[in-house]
């Protein structure tokens, strides 16, 4: 299995930035893809951006596109998600996950981090 920590949130005006991160134990778990998801109060968790193993296959949500970006460092066992401009509706706990295809549903990935707090004000 894979254990996925996440770090890097926390509070932030609107218009700014953060860099969230994803570190994974388990070398042998690079072939998977991951993605970020996030979770406001009262609303259903909802996906954000993904990257295949390859790192060559990306995708996001209409939401964040042009402004978060993924990365991957299969080196560095890391998953970041770089997020610019930043709204008062990202607001939210980010989770990292693991599955073993590049999906948009929550349901297909196996492992998931605790989550990171962000909060954007106005």
């Known amino acids: 299995q894979v254990a996925l920590v996440e770090s890097g949130g926390g509070s932030v005006q609107a218009g700014g930035s953060l860099r969230l991160s994803c570190a994974y134990s388990g070398r042998a778990f690079v072939s998977y893809s991951f993605g970020w998801f996030r979770q406001a109060p009262g609303k259903e968790r909802e996906f954000v951006a993904l990257i295949g193993w390859s790192s060559s296959a990306t995708r996001y949500a209409d939401s964040v596109v042009g402004r978060f970006t993924i990365s991957r460092d299969n080196d560095k066992n890391t998953v970041d998600l770089q997020m610019n401009t930043l709204k008062p509706e990202d607001t939210g706990v980010y989770f990292c996950?693991?599955?073993?295809?590049?999906?948009?549903?929550?349901?297909?990935?196996?492992?998931w981090g605790q989550g990171t707090q962000v909060t954007v004000s106005s």
């Open positions: 996950a693991a599955s073993p295809v590049q999906s948009e549903d929550s349901r297909t990935y196996f492992s």
